[in-house]
Structures are given as structure tokens and as C-alpha cells.
């Protein structure tokens, strides 16, 4: 849906350079005691921050050789990538590896071989992912492995008709995707919910625990945590959206705009500037943004800033943290807000890095075979 959208119309505009200028600050605090804490989850962090800071046009606010000689420390020999130095390999921090060096367009410098053994070593008979060694199966992980190997042009490397085949069997009659088959449908998931660089996050069993302005609380998770989104993009990028109910989904997802503007993940919860991300992406996959109120959702995440010292939090007057600035910068990108780079709702990264991956490989191709047609 095209939009044209003046800050004049919405109230408060966005605090760009506060929300660059929070993210710069909370980078530098590496050595505060949340951050020691969790000091093996920084490298989601890092595409949480450095992610917001491209999409609002200052990925070049941070050094970037520095950036990436650390990621590529964080990886393991088996070709996965830890939270952080000397830290166990997972999807998870595998996958934001991969994104952050296609920000700063450094795929290049990864052993592609390594990393894609790594993750076809973790699909199962039935088509299924393990987040790692340990054999968790997850339809994140199976999002996960399709995104990592899409950015690295190796999605042919597995079995990407089972793969598929895994997913559609968590579909649910109402629509929504499980984590396993017969899971309970969520609009969201934490698929990218580890910890911010400071390291805000920590995940307790079926819970978050968060640490914030000195403030410890407890926000349950369901127990179901896997994502519409999860499911919705990988089919998305295997070019199979068409086992989608998109009506039906749609219809449920449009359901989650709440009276106070913003988006929740199920029916009674409160809303969330991070569904902003999860539901949004979804609708705009299956074509259905149009059914909800995109003027009053742009209204809520505005609402949600510090506009005094910079960031975004879950609802309006709560602590701002990475995590919810990004998904709300994310949400505002989405929806064609001034001065937000676009994002693709599928790879979440913005639209000019993943046309850089697959574009620019296009024209390699076109080029160096029109130059054999020659001779």
C-alpha cells in the first residue's frame, strides 16, 4: 500500500539522530554489569543496533573493520558462529552473523563452505532444523537455515522441498504457524530475541528476564514462541507463499490491532511495538496491510520514543531498550515512514542490501556469460 506521510499528520516525528545517539551510547557500555553478564548473547545485539543504525542511513557511524574482525572471532570450527569469543555455535548468532556482514557487504570474507556444512548438517529426515548440537527443533531454526543459505546463495545446498513440507505441516486450522506440528499459533516469535549489546535480555526457560534502568522484570513468553513470521518468510523466500491461506491468516492477523493503536501477538495481551515488525512483515508477505490502520499504528510506535534521550520501547512511558527500537524502527520502515531506509519483510534487512546480494550476482552472471557468447 504506497503512503505518503507527513509528521505534521502523525503528531511527533522520529527522533532520528537521539536513536542514533542511543545506540552509539549503549555500544561503548561493554564493561557495566548486565553487559558482563550476558556478554554470550552480544552478537544479536549487534544486528539489532547496527541493523537500526543502516536503516536510518548511520551504519557508518561505527568502525567498521572492527566490527567485523569480532564477528568473525565469534566463529567456531565447525563453521557456526557463537554469542560471542570462544562461545558455543548456534543458528541463532549464526544467523546474525551472516546478516550483519551483508550490512557491511563482507559475505565475501566468509569460508561459505564452512558455514553452509554447518547448517545442512542440522536438518533432519522430516525436513526439520535443530538450532545446534543439542537437537532443539524449532520452525525458527527452519527460517534460520533458509535465510542464512538464501544470503549465501547455497539454499540449494539442502532439501528445501522437505523443508517446506516441515513447515506447512505446523500450519493450524485458524491459519497461524506452530513452532512443531500442532503448536499454538503466535503472531510473533523470538527468533531474533537474544540480547541487545548491552546485553539487556536473558532467557530464563519459557521466560525473559529483563534488566533495565536499574528495574527487573519478568515478561512470560508463550509457550509456543515461534513466529508467523517465521514460517510466512521462509515460505516467502523458497518461493512457496502459495501454501499460505492468505485470507484466513490475514483475517487473524488484522485481528491483533488493538484499541490503544499498536499490534499484540495474541488475543487480550497488551500491545507491543515488536508485533509492529512480526505482524506487519507477515501482512505485507501475504498482501493484507491494507487491513489494518497503518496511520494509527505509525501513531503508537511514535508514541513509544525517548524523545529526549533516544530509543523506543514496548509501549509508550516504559524503559527504552535495542531490541524494541529496532523492531520499531523496522515497523516504520515497513510502512514507508520519512527518513526510514526500506526493509525487506522477509530477509529483515534493509531492501538495498538484499538487492546488493542477489542483483549484483545477476548481473555477474549476465556479464561474464555475454562475455563467453562473444568469444
Known amino acids: 500500500m504506497e503512503m505518503e506521510i507527513e509528521?505534521?499528520?502523525?503528531?511527533?516525528?522520529?527522533?532520528?539522530?537521539?536513536h542514533v545517539k542511543y545506540?552509539?551510547?549503549?555500544?561503548k557500555r561493554k564493561d557495566d554489569f548486565v553487559s558482563l553478564v550476558m556478554e554470550h548473547l552480544r552478537l544479536n545485539g549487534a544486528y539489532w543496533?547496527?541493523?537500526?543504525?543502516?536503516l536510518l542511513g548511520k551504519i557508518h557511524a561505527v568502525d567498521v573493520d572492527e566490527v567485523v574482525s569480532w564477528i568473525m572471532a565469534c566463529q567456531h570450527e565447525s563453521g557456526g558462529f557463537g554469542g560471542n569469543i570462544g562461545h558455543d555455535p548456534h543458528m541463532l548468532y549464526t544467523l546474525s552473523a551472516v546478516q550483519v556482514l551483508a550490512l557491511f557487504d563482507k559475505i565475501h570474507i566468509l569460508?561459505?563452505?564452512?558455514?553452509?556444512?554447518?547448517?545442512?548438517?542440522?536438518?533432519?529426515e522430516d525436513g526439520s532444523f535443530s538450532g545446534d548440537m543439542c537437537g532443539e527443533v524449532d520452525t525458527r531454526f527452519?527460517?534460520?537455515?533458509?535465510?542464512?543459505?538464501?544470503?549465501?546463495?547455497?539454499l540449494d545446498s539442502i532439501n528445501v522441498e522437505k523443508a517446506v513440507d516441515y513447515i506447512v505441516s505446523c500450519k493450524n486450522i485458524n491459519g497461524g504457524f506452530g513452532c512443531t506440528p500442532g503448536g499454538e499459533s503466535h503472531a510473533g516469535s523470538y527468533v531474533f530475541l537474544k540480547a541487545p549489546l548491552p546485553s539487556i535480555f536473558m532467557i530464563l526457560g519459557d521466560g525473559l528476564r529483563v534488566e533495565q534502568a536499574g528495574l527487573l522484570y519478568y515478561k512470560r513468553l508463550n509457550c509456543s514462541t515461534i513466529a508467523v513470521f517465521c514460517c510466512v518468510?521462509?515460505?516467502?523466500?523458497?518461493?512457496?507463499?502459495d501454501k499460505v491461506d492468505k485470507d484466513l491468516l490475514g483475517w487473524?492477523?488484522?485481528?491483533?490491532?488493538?484499541?490503544?493503536r499498536g499490534l499484540n501477538g495474541r488475543p487480550e495481551k497488551l500491545p507491543d511495538v515488536c508485533y509492529s515488525w512480526w505482524v506487519l512483515s507477515s501482512l505485507i508477505m501475504i498482501d493484507r496491510v491494507h487491513w489494518i490502520d497503518t496511520e494509527k499504528l505509525i501513531k503508537f510506535i511514535l508514541d513509544c520514543q525517548d524523545t529526549e534521550n533516544g530509543g523506543i520501547s514496548d509501549r509508550p512511558d516504559d524503559a527504552v531498550d535495542v531490541f524494541h527500537t529496532y523492531f520499531g524502527v523496522a515497523g516504520l520502515s515497513l510502512?514507508?515512514?520519512?527518513?526510514v531506509k526500506p526493509i525487506d519483510p522477509a530477509y529483515a534487512l534493509p531492501t538495498d542490501v538484499v538487492n546488493r546480494i542477489f542483483f549484483n550476482r545477476i548481473l555477474y552472471y549476465y556479464f561474464f556469460n555475454s562475455a563467453d557468447d562473444d568469444h
Do not use: F, H, W
Open 7 to 18: 509528521k505534521g499528520d502523525l503528531g511527533l516525528g522520529l527522533a532520528v539522530e537521539k
Open 111 to 124: 569460508d561459505i563452505d564452512k558455514v553452509t556444512d554447518y547448517i545442512i548438517k542440522l536438518q533432519n
Open 49 to 54: 543496533g547496527l541493523t537500526t543504525l543502516d
Open 335 to 339: 510502512l514507508k515512514y520519512p527518513r
Open 233 to 241: 518468510g521462509a515460505l516467502a523466500m523458497t518461493g512457496s507463499l
Open 252 to 260: 487473524r492477523l488484522c485481528e491483533r490491532q488493538v484499541k490503544s
Open 23 to 27: 545506540i552509539l551510547s549503549v555500544e
Open 142 to 154: 527452519s527460517y534460520i537455515a533458509i535465510c542464512c543459505l538464501s544470503l549465501l546463495r547455497r
